[in-house]
């Protein structure tokens, strides 16, 4: 049985930085196209940055230039680099590992952005 767990959320203030990491467990992670999805109060869950098998990678408009999604397959782990956080990025964020038709979800981490 898959299982993704998550870790390094928390709070920041504005312009800081935070890493988060997801580990899977029970799978081949190598097989699987990585992402960060967040759900903000009040709002929609959305995609944040994703990472496919062989590395590339897309970004939601607003985090590209601040956020960096990152892989390690020995270590089983996807990594979200945030920098410049912003206000508007306080959410919960959820890791998610798809292999269709499959789709796995982390528990969520929180992250606040505030002074």
């Known amino acids: 049985q898959v299982s993704l767990v998550e870790s390094g959320g928390g709070a920041v203030q504005p312009g800081g930085s935070l890493r988060l990491s997801c580990t899977l467990f029970g799978g081949r992670f190598g097989i699987y196209t990585m992402a960060w999805y967040r759900r903000a109060p009040g709002k929609q869950r959305e995609s944040v940055a994703t990472i496919e098998p062989e590395g590339r990678s897309n970004y939601t408009e607003s985090v590209k230039g601040r956020f960096t999604i990152s892989r390690d397959d020995l270590k089983s782990t996807v990594y979200l680099e945030m920098n410049s956080l912003e206000r508007e990025d306080t959410a919960v964020y959820y890791c998610?590992?798809?292999?269709?038709?499959?789709?796995?979800w982390g528990q969520g981490t929180q992250v606040t952005v505030s002074s």
């Open positions: 998610n590992a798809k292999f269709w038709p499959v789709s796995y």
